[in-house]
């Protein structure tokens, strides 16, 4: 006798499932109803990646002897299942689907690879094991010319931007709108970080192709801690110009940020 096609509350039960790993709940489900193993949620998630996506590996395991595509990408950032995991999972999940014959070389939507993706992620031991097989590189470019330096330097922990440093990244690249580490740091409410960055000597004098300082870009970003590292070590002309005229106390009238344009003021902006 025919299973009877799975509706749509069968498929948010098994992608329930599949999230919280209860492996006997996803297959009786699929057991008593016919499901299309490459259906996507809301998120447009395969259910091969919400369980990667929470190293569930038994569960990935049952999805791909049921017939799931190990290279099913979401179509919105063109993930496969080993890109996620490289971002958001475990070693030991990242392997098993090695195991399985996943594409290592493969890119999402951005043209970033799973080394690009472990970078993101400050994901170390995963860096660390593609280092040791050789499916890295250092110079690789993603679709804003971003390095995975360029990226580690934007959101990542010192010890990634240390380790990548031993590796001899490129510390002085810079992304195809011309911003390099320290702006990119400027971003982020981190003085650590750029104090690194300053040490191992990264240029804080870079400016983007629209002539913005770092100073510009944590004004962007309200981050207050980081303006004031960088006036207070005359990092950053306080009165520098963007090719639009706006300087770093126009910003902060425009982000309506009192502290920040009390902290310019006090600099003579």
Known sequence: MAKPPAKNEDYDDLFRACAERKLEKVKQLMTSRTFDIEKR?????????????????????????NGADIEGKCTNYQQTPLLAAAYFSNLQTFQFLESRGANIDAVDNMNGDAFMRAVDS???ELMKYLVSTG????????????????????????????????????????????????????????????????????????????????????????????????????????????????????????????????LLLRFCA
């Open 41 to 65: 949620n809301i998120k447009d998630e395969t259910l091969l990646l919400v369980a990667t996506m929470r190293d569930h590996v038994d569960v990935m395991q049952f999805l791909l002897e």
């Open 135 to 262: 499916k890295f590189n250092l110079e690789r470019r993603n679709s804003n010319g971003k390095t995975p330096w360029i990226k580690a330097a934007a959101k990542t922990s010192i010890e990634v931007k240390k380790y990548l440093v031993e590796l001899g990244a490129n510390i002085h690249a810079t992304d195809k709108y011309n911003l390099g580490a320290m702006t990119l740091a400027a971003r982020r409410s981190d003085v650590a970080n750029c104090k690194y960055l300053l040490e191992i000597g990264v240029s804080h004098k870079v400016l983007s192709y629209d002539r913005e300082t770092p100073l510009h870009h944590a004004c962007y970003c309200n981050n207050l801690d980081t303006a004031r590292f960088l006036l207070e070590n005359g990092l950053v002309d306080v009165n520098a110009k963007t090719k639009r005229g706006l300087t770093a106390l126009d910003i902060a009238w425009r982000k309506h940020n009192t502290d920040l344009k009390t």
């Open 122 to 124: 400050s994901n170390l």
